[in-house]
């Protein structure tokens, strides 16, 4: 896969991480372009957050920062270095992954791959099932290798995305205040279409 892919779906997906927030109702607490001070604590960007933070215009200074910018980009490519995007022939499929790997973390991405790859092999007339463990290795790529020579990836990432969605019902079901960005995980799911739906 050529590296010009990374920057496609990073901008792709920091569409759906707005910028700085600081909602009560969030489970990452303050956050900026998605990353969460909470969980990521010691990420450098947080430190050039702070000297800004009396500024008449914060947050909106923060946007047009470029060492902050810098920094979030060098966050997220963790993530496509842990889905090995460099190694998925399938555009849609590296998108899919990156974007789930971003809000649900990069394990949860890959296992819901794997579920998806091993839902769609006939019984395993078209491959042997491989492991639903979260890890992405040699196995699970040339099993996905195999699946794109034959089929759609449209249609695995359909069902990736089903498992995704599975995800956010449980979470709401389970605490009624993440109702709230119900809507916005929905077009986060329809990320693969052609045009995202508009809700």
């Not at 034959?150 to 990836?153: G, K």
């Given at each position: 896969m050529e590296q010009s892919y990374y920057l496609k779906v990073y901008l792709e997906t920091m569409k759906f991480e707005?910028?700085?927030s600081n909602d009560p109702n969030d489970r990452g607490g303050e956050?900026?372009?998605g990353i969460s001070r909470k969980h990521n604590p010691d990420w450098k960007g947080w430190i050039l957050i702070d000297k800004r933070r009396?500024?008449?215009d914060f947050p909106k200074c923060l946007d047009k920062n470029f060492s902050i910018k810098l920094e979030v980009s060098s966050f997220y490519k963790?993530?496509?270095n842990q889905i090995k995007g460099?190694?998925?022939s399938s555009f849609e499929v590296a998108r899919e992954l990156f974007d789930t790997g971003v809000n649900q973390g990069a394990k949860t991405a890959v296992k819901y791959l794997?579920?998806?790859l091993n839902l769609l092999n006939r019984q395993e007339k078209l491959y042997k099932n491989i492991k639903e463990d979260g890890l992405i290795g040699k196995k699970?790529?040339?099993t996905l290798n195999l699946y794109l020579k034959?089929?759609?990836?449209s249609m695995l990432v359909l069902w990736m995305n089903v498992f995704q969605g599975m995800r956010y019902v449980d979470i709401i079901r389970k605490d009624e205040t993440q109702e709230k960005y119900a809507r916005g995980w929905a077009k986060r799911i329809s990320l693969t279409k052609t045009e995202i739906i508009k809700i």
């Open positions: 707005g910028a700085y956050t900026y372009c009396d500024w008449i963790k993530y496509w460099d190694k998925i794997q579920q998806s699970t790529i040339s034959n089929d759609s990836a």
